[in-house]
């Protein structure tokens, strides 16, 4: 027999779908990408109004409200020493071309609600906020607290989780609407590298190149100029004559070309779901290259091996799988093309050792590589029988019948940089993908999902008050 709590909670969920979807519409309205800073809006206005919006109506429904600074919000009700804690994020990744759907329109078709950030991770987030409503009105005389944490920058930097953890207090246990069901008990570290080296001079010499917005997204657009002499230069035009990939255009002017290429954004955890434009070009360029300058523009290409060969770091371990790496930015400023590599690595491996093996390999190359390291977020890894582990995998399986287990990604979430936290499912087949175009989530998904945190919470709120007890 479900428990009754449970049950009231969930039937105050199926009463309030209606509000819930429209609540999620307007929040998905706001275009909250990361913007130049303005006073008490670290990342810029749009970002602001997410989070006033979030807390106005957590504040209108009876929650005590708190306001970082603009980086993150929060809304909590409870009482008690345990605090169980859900971080969700309102900030989005650009859009990028091809949509067919308005990226902030939030339109409504088939069942589904299209937008930039409705299964990342608006969509999440108000319905963790919702199940926490449900709780409030039907459950409220909780001997602990839960709060709603509202993050700004989640996409590009987690500045603002930071700024919590400095002036806030740690969950007993946590949550991060942000992932596969049941939940995630491991993320990959995170290494963003710059590869540096001078821009390849010769019979063929590389002008310029430019393509990428974030490195955690696989470029879809990418654009080359090279130029070429002598044989180099015939050479080059057989190769963009005979080129057999059709998103690899070509345009001549003297002895210039300029190529241009189109490819598939994904998630830069998931590289080998898109299609990376820059790539394609530098897989070109070194099919076109002159023999005296092969094996640069192998190895330039190879630095880019979505394995991370070219880097000397592949590898895998048992809990968590083979190390990914995705080109996310691609630039040259005359003298110098860069390359920031978006690496995601096992979550039983050593950081620091990641990072020398890499510098030595490049230092064995010709060329003068050299690699500048401008994040590394270590792994997050919980055991399977950890008691919040098991606690939302059991809660999962009560609702859906389902019995997956948890797993490990390579995707990187709030829950990494929170203790006693863990990153949990929050979307249905269908819905997503996130940081794709025409990203999307059902009305009926987003009703289900807050049913089961619903039930979550109610279990969640009675092991912190246990882990609390006399404390």
Same mark, same amino acid.
């Given at each position: 027999?479900?428990?009754?709590?449970?049950?009231? /909670?969930? #039937?105050?969920?199926?009463?309030?779908?209606?509000?819930?979807?429209?609540?999620?519409?307007?929040?998905?309205?706001?275009?909250?990408?990361?913007?130049?800073?303005?006073?008490?809006?670290?990342?810029?206005?749009?970002?602001?109004? @997410?989070?006033?919006?979030?807390?106005?109506? *957590?504040?209108?429904?009876?929650?005590?409200?708190?306001?970082?600074?603009?980086?993150?919000?929060?809304?909590? !009700?409870?009482?008690?020493?345990?605090?169980?804690?859900?971080?969700?994020?309102?900030?989005?990744?650009?859009?990028?071309?091809?949509?067919?759907?308005?990226? !902030?329109?939030?339109?409504? #078709?088939?069942?589904?609600?299209?937008?930039?950030?409705?299964?990342?991770?608006?969509?999440p987030t108000v319905a963790m906020?919702?199940?926490? &409503?449900?709780?409030?009105?039907?459950? %409220?005389?909780?001997?602990?607290?839960?709060?709603? /944490?509202?993050?700004?920058?989640?996409?590009?930097?987690?500045?603002?989780?930071?700024?919590? /953890? #400095?002036?806030?207090?740690?969950?007993?246990?946590?949550?991060?609407?942000?992932?596969?069901? %049941?939940?995630?008990?491991?993320?990959?570290?995170? @290494?963003?590298?710059?590869?540096?080296? %001078? +821009?390849?001079?010769?019979?063929?010499?590389?002008?310029?190149?430019?393509?990428?917005?974030?490195?955690?997204?696989? $470029?879809?657009?990418?654009?080359?100029?090279?130029? =070429?002499?002598?044989?180099?230069?015939?050479?080059?035009?057989?190769?963009?004559?005979?080129?057999?990939?059709?998103?690899?255009?070509?345009?001549?002017?003297?002895?210039?070309?300029?190529?241009?290429?189109?490819?598939?954004? @994904?998630?830069?955890?998931?590289?080998?779901?898109?299609?990376? *434009? *820059?790539?394609?070009?530098?897989?070109?360029?070194?099919?076109? =290259?002159?023999?005296?300058?092969?094996?640069?523009? #192998?190895?330039?290409?190879? /630095?880019?091996? $979505?394995?991370?060969?070219?880097?000397?770091?592949?590898?895998?371990?048992?809990?968590?799988?083979?190390?990914?790496?995705?080109?996310?930015?691609?630039?040259?400023?005359?003298?110098?093309?860069? +390359?920031?590599?978006?690496?995601?690595?096992?979550?039983?491996?050593?950081?620091?050792?990641? =990072?020398?093996?890499?510098?030595?390999?490049?230092?064995?190359?010709?060329?003068?590589?050299?690699?500048?390291?401008?994040?590394?977020?270590?792994?997050?890894?919980?055991?399977?029988d950890h008691p919040l582990v098991?606690?939302?995998?059991?809660?999962?399986?009560?609702?859906?019948?389902?019995?997956?287990?948890?797993?490990?990604?390579?995707?990187?979430?709030?829950?990494?940089?929170?203790?006693?936290?863990?990153?949990?499912?929050?979307?249905?087949?269908?819905?997503?993908? @996130?940081?794709?175009?025409?990203?999307?989530?059902?009305v009926d998904g987003l009703l289900?999902?807050?049913?089961?945190?619903?039930?979550? &919470?109610?279990?969640?709120?009675?092991?912190?008050?246990?882990?609390?007890?006399?404390?």
């Open positions: 027999m479900k428990d009754p709590v449970v049950v009231a /909670v969930q #039937e105050w969920l199926d009463e309030h779908q209606d509000e819930m979807v429209e609540t999620l519409r307007t929040l998905l309205r706001i275009p909250s990408l990361e913007e130049d800073p303005l006073p008490n809006s670290p990342f810029g206005q749009a970002n602001r109004d @997410a989070l006033d919006y979030m807390l106005g109506l *957590a504040e209108q429904k009876g929650m005590t409200i708190k306001d970082l600074d603009g980086y993150i919000g929060y809304a909590e !009700f409870g009482q008690g020493k345990g605090m169980v804690m859900s971080l969700g994020h309102l900030d989005v990744v650009p859009v990028g071309p091809g949509w067919k759907h308005e990226p !902030f329109g939030a339109e409504l #078709e088939d069942g589904y609600i299209y937008s930039r950030g409705a299964s990342d991770d608006k969509g906020f919702f199940a926490s &409503l449900a709780v409030k009105e039907r459950f %409220p005389h909780l001997a602990v607290r839960i709060r709603n /944490v509202f993050g700004c920058n989640e996409e590009s930097g987690f500045k603002c989780i930071a700024h919590y /953890v #400095e002036r806030e207090e740690i969950p007993t246990l946590g949550v991060a609407p942000d992932a596969g069901w %049941p939940c995630v008990h491991g993320e990959k570290g995170i @290494a963003d590298y710059i590869v540096h080296r %001078p +821009l390849p001079k010769g019979e063929m010499s590389l002008v310029s190149i430019q393509g990428g917005q974030r490195p955690n997204i696989v $470029i879809d657009q990418c654009q080359a100029v090279v130029e =070429a002499s002598g044989a180099a230069l015939d050479l080059l035009r057989t190769k963009a004559s005979e080129a057999w990939d059709k998103n690899l255009t070509f345009g001549w002017e003297g002895n210039r070309l300029t190529i241009k290429a189109s490819g598939k954004a @994904a998630h830069g955890s998931y590289p080998y779901g898109g299609d990376n *434009a *820059a790539i394609k070009i530098l897989r070109f360029l070194k099919e076109a =290259a002159p023999v005296s300058q092969e094996q640069e523009y #192998e190895d330039l290409y190879d /630095v880019a091996h $979505i394995a991370g060969n070219g880097l000397g770091i592949a590898g895998s371990d048992e809990p968590s799988g083979p190390l990914t790496l995705n080109l996310g930015i691609i630039s040259s400023d005359g003298n110098e093309v860069s +390359l920031l590599v978006n690496i995601r690595y096992p979550v039983t491996w050593d950081d620091g050792e990641l =990072a020398q093996k890499a510098s030595a390999h490049l230092a064995g190359l010709a060329g003068g590589y050299r690699l500048e390291t401008t994040k590394d977020s270590h792994p997050l890894y919980f055991p399977l098991k606690t939302i995998t059991e809660v999962y399986e009560a609702e859906t019948g389902d019995d997956r287990k948890p797993r490990t990604m390579g995707g990187g979430t709030y829950a990494r940089a929170i203790p006693n936290t863990v990153a949990i499912g929050c979307a249905w087949p269908g819905d997503g993908p @996130a940081h794709e175009t025409d990203e999307r989530i059902s289900k999902t807050a049913k089961i945190y619903g039930h979550l &919470l109610i279990r969640l709120s009675r092991e912190a008050e246990k882990l609390t007890a006399g404390s």
